[in-house]
């Protein structure tokens, strides 16, 4: 029974990895040819729907971690995933004056290269129980590049929508009303842009600690 589920987990989380890998793939690919024939005005259009695909999907990863399917601390994976939903829905898809803005691309390029090195990986340690050094090496080296130029798109397009986010009140409560409750999107914004400065510097250090870790052990092998 036991070797029975772990079939099927290692068959689930194989089919999940490298399903939500060609989806990550299709945006890259599609960002990159709307850059080289139309301009980076044009990226978000080009890759909003297989972007919202796959960046949503990766919701089932706290699932995954919630009810023990992987190892990966929850304290670590809800953040990250939770700003770039947050990114995906909140900021792009709800002001589309931010949409053609030249961070979106360098946006685009950073998460997908990313998510693309990383489901790989994992994909192919659930399918065929290894991974290559060589994708070992991709999976915790690539970020301490694309991590901080992710980063400050992130917070570059939060910055951006400020202005769109107040003069429309899109998402605000306004009082009276029969809650008895308010709510302003605005100072929402501003307190993720806060959190962006003590979290960022300490995911950076929690993922060098991780390479470091990663990288230990192959080198021991």
């Known amino acids: 029974m036991a070797g029975a589920l772990s079939a099927l987990r290692r068959l689930y989380l194989s089919l999940y990895n490298w399903t939500v890998f060609f989806g990550w793939l299709q945006v890259l690919y599609l960002a ?3 850059l080289n ?3 980076h005005q044009h990226v978000y259009k080009a890759v909003e729907r297989p972007l919202i695909l796959a960046q949503s999907a990766a919701v089932l990863e706290i699932l995954h971690g919630l009810v023990g399917l992987v190892r990966s601390p929850i304290s670590a994976t809800l953040p990250q995933i939770g700003s770039r939903l947050y990114l995906t829905w909140g900021i792009l898809w709800s002001f589309p004056e931010t949409q053609s803005h030249i961070l979106v691309s360098s946006l685009v390029i950073s998460w997908s290269i990313t998510e693309i090195i990383r489901y790989a990986f994992f994909g192919m340690k659930e399918a ?3 991974a290559p050094s060589w994708l070992l090496w991709l999976r915790y080296s690539t970020f301490i590049l694309l991590y901080p ?11 951006i929508a400020l202005q769109y986010i107040q003069k429309s009140e899109k998402y605000s409560i306004r009082m009276p009303n029969k809650w008895n409750f308010s709510f302003d999107y605005f100072y929402a914004a501003i307190i993720a842009l806060g959190i962006y400065v003590p979290g960022s510097p300490h995911m950076y250090r929690y993922m060098l600690s991780q390479r470091k870790k990663a990288l230990s052990k192959t080198k021991v092998a």
Do not use: A, D, N, P
Not at 149 to 159: K, N
């Open 128 to 130: 065929l129980g290894f």
């Open 32 to 34: 990159l040819k709307t």
């Open 37 to 39: 024939e139309s301009g």
């Open 149 to 159: 130029t992710g980063i400050t798109s992130e917070v570059g397009l939060i910055y």
